[in-house]
């Protein structure tokens, strides 16, 4: 799915899921013959993941390794 599809889906900006990627939280999605971004379903739960453990109060650097972990 492109990147307004997934931010729609998630209620996080383009801004904020691009942020995620060159942080490196979300791992670099492949890219359409077009150049788009094409993310799998599966980015949708890793954003509500990232989202809710920031809600519990874990900082970008806290999560990073736990993802690190999950992967």
Do not use: C, N, W
């Not at 599966?42 to 900082?59: E, K, M, V, W, Y």
Request: charged share 25%; glycine share 10%; hydrophobic share 35%.
């Amino acid at each position: 799915m492109r990147i307004g599809d997934l931010a729609a889906r998630t209620g996080l900006t383009t801004k904020t899921i691009r942020f995620y990627e060159d942080s490196g939280l979300l791992p670099a999605p492949p890219r359409t013959p077009g150049g788009y971004r094409d993310y799998a379903d599966h980015t949708s739960t890793r954003l509500a993941f990232i989202r809710g453990a920031q809600r519990a109060g874990l900082t970008l650097a806290d999560i990073r390794p736990v993802l690190a972990l999950r992967d």
